[in-house]
């Protein structure tokens, strides 16, 4: 800890200040970083500074999907080439990106925004699943892929979802989720063995 | 490494970029941190991007010891009760925020801004060096501490100090170093033998 008083400048203060409420990042390593934007052209550091504004300033989240986007509809959404009918499910915006750098998806997204966590007191009136209900009926959706995370929350949000849209009035969608099994380039003997169990419970004719 | 095209924002693209520069931040953080500020109040957005754009632009460096400072003189070299006799020569600003903290030093500081370093090309003229020997001639210094570090290029950089000093046409100043020696509450098996040797040279009568 790094007391307030010991900083020669309250300038230098300030953004240590503001740079330690970044997630990961602590007094000492924000400390470093300001040290290293002094050093810096005044150039640098503006477009470092503007590029912050610029981003909260300027971003909105598509009212289809909810990614990010700079318009009301982002550009996946707005893509005509992609298949509308396919909707997959994700908890947020870095997902949607890894999904797109895999190129094997066509279809559209569905952000959540979290997965329900009671624990967190993260409820599924937080997140977009309401949207997601509506979504599905408006848009005639054929699949609904759930591409969340295979954890206890995403599980349970995973559920929650396919509860929700099996009581749907419309065409019911098909209701898929992401294959589990062995990661591609990993070891048999240090994959664990839930992860192995199902890899052998969904195998798959050899192609 | 993610590819320019896939983000669905050049104003996310630009924001990435930028935050990648800082030292010790990849493209994952940068996106992760970006991210985090989009979550954020505009106004929390607009506070950090200020930050840094108003520190680089604020801060200048002290004209007589080089530390970090909004005014021409810094306040620790306008401040009238410490003693201007005594000069402890360090590498950087974080060094000087450091022995500040200590609260053991009441004296100025010099702040080289390096050490000489032949491997990645600083000599002594990249360095505050010859302002140093400027200093000590016109203040009328007593006592020059060397508080760089114990390395290679810190010994270096100590020695050619020393040297330059010792050929002043001015009243020598006495050139001390800083103490070395087990480290407090360190156990002695777990310190290295060079240092154990050095505390066992520069042993000091029991207090």
Redesign the interface.
């Known amino acids: 800890m ?2 307030m008083e ?7 203060e ?2 240590v ?3 330690s ?5 602590g007094r000492k ?1 924000a ?8 050093r ?1 052209d ?1 150039r ?16 909105r989240y598509c009212h289809i999907c909810h ?4 318009t009301d509809t ?3 959404c707005a893509d005509k080439r992609r298949d509308n009918s396919i909707i997959c499910v994700v908890e ?3 997902d ?2 890894s999904i ?2 895999t190129g094997r998806f066509n279809g559209l997204y569905h952000v959540l925004g979290g997965v329900i966590s009671p624990i967190d007191g993260i409820g599924p009136d937080l997140l977009e699943i309401a949207s997601l209900a509506r979504r599905v009926c408006e848009y005639n959706v054929k699949e609904v892929i759930i591409g969340l995370s295979p954890t206890m929350e995403g599980d349970t949000t995973a559920y929650y979802i396919y509860r929700m849209l099996s009581r749907t009035e419309a065409d019911k969608p098909t209701i898929t989720r992401l294959a589990r099994g062995v990661a591609v380039g990993n070891e048999l003997e240090y994959t664990d063995e839930l992860t192995l169990g199902r890899s052998i419970l969904d195998r798959r004719p050899f192609e």
């Open positions: 790094i007391a010991e900083f020669s400048s309250t300038l230098l300030n953004a200040n503001e740079l409420r970044l997630p990961g990042i390593t400390l470093r970083l300001a040290l290293y934007i002094l810096r005044e640098e550091a503006n477009s470092l500074g503007q590029s912050i504004i610029d981003l909260r300033k300027g971003i990614n990010i986007s700079e982002c550009p996946i947020n915006v870095r949607v990106l797109e750098r």
